[in-house]
């Protein structure tokens, strides 16, 4: 059975690769139209930006969080963020 990916979305750049590459990448291993069932959610780039501009590292997590359990409530199995300087928020998530 596949998973159902959430992908927490921060930019639309490396959301829409990140989408495409799954859907892409799909075929080869589901069958041709074949790819796992794709949930994202995205606040502004600008929401995010205002805590970064800052160094609010808990800030950027809170919204971080917010958009895992939107997904999540999605139906996601798990949740993806293709965003490189978000990681720096990770350690500040719980649930």
Known sequence: ???????????????????????????????????????????????YMRFVSRGDWEGVAGLLLESAKKVASAGADFAICPANTTHEAFRFMRS
């Not at 790819?35 to 502004?44: E, G, K, L, R």
């Open 1 to 47: 059975m596949t998973k159902h990916i959430g992908i927490v979305s921060v930019n639309y750049e490396g959301t829409a690769l990140c989408y495409r590459s799954i859907c892409e990448e799909a075929a080869s291993v589901m069958g041709e139209y074949r790819h796992p069932q794709i949930t994202i959610h995205s606040f502004p780039l600008a929401d």
